[in-house]
């Protein structure tokens, strides 16, 4: 068993890689699923999911949810929702574009709905194997405070593993 820690370098999961003998198209995932905020937080996140993602036996998605807005008719938001889509997809093209020698393919998906409920959906019906995702450090004065954060609810609600990157 590999045990990485999210407060690793990239430098030190270059080297439990290299190490372990993950290099040469033989990957510890199959699926590994970086939601993203479209923020530059995220990026981290991809970086260190592209290095753990070894050859093309690795699917990598880079997914981000579109927040929908309860009680509304589905045609009322429609060119909102549509432009918040477009959008979406240019800023993780530009994310993608920021890793041309990644291994792998990193493939681009954006659904609608409430963030925690569509990651840990699409993380389960699309055989997800770990999820890669940006995080904040505790307060440690109000550790409270960071429960009710979107990454702290996919790690406990996921039932694949997931590796919070801060």
């Known amino acids: 068993m590999i045990i990485v820690s999210s407060y690793c370098s990239a430098e030190q999961l270059e080297s439990i890689i290299s190490y372990h003998g993950l290099r040469g198209g033989r990957s510890m995932f199959r699926h590994i699923l970086i939601p993203t905020d479209?923020?530059?937080?995220?990026?981290?996140?991809?970086?260190?999911?592209?290095?753990?993602?070894?050859?093309?036996?690795?699917?990598?998605?880079?997914?981000?949810?579109?927040?929908?807005?309860?009680?509304?008719?589905?045609?009322?938001?429609?060119?909102?929702?549509?432009?918040?889509?477009?959008?979406?997809?240019?800023?993780?093209?530009?994310?993608?574009?920021?890793?041309?020698?990644?291994?792998?393919?990193?493939?681009?998906?954006?659904?609608?709905?409430?963030?925690?409920?569509?990651?840990?959906?699409?993380?389960?019906?699309?055989?997800?194997?770990?999820?890669?995702?940006?995080s904040h450090r505790i307060n440690l004065e109000n550790p409270v405070q960071g429960w009710g954060s979107i990454s702290y609810k996919v790690s406990i609600l996921s039932d694949c593993p997931v590796m919070l990157i801060k």
């Open 38 to 134: 479209l923020t530059e937080k995220s990026l981290k996140a991809v970086e260190i999911a592209l290095k753990m993602a070894v050859g093309e036996s690795c699917r990598v998605t880079l997914l981000h949810v579109i927040e929908t807005i309860d009680d509304s008719e589905e045609d009322e938001f429609h060119d909102f929702y549509k432009k918040l889509h477009k959008r979406a997809m240019r800023i993780m093209d530009r994310i993608s574009g920021l890793f041309p020698d990644a291994g792998s393919i990193i493939f681009k998906e954006i659904c609608y709905g409430k963030r925690v409920r569509e990651i840990v959906r699409f993380a389960d019906e699309k055989e997800v194997d770990l999820i890669v995702l940006s």
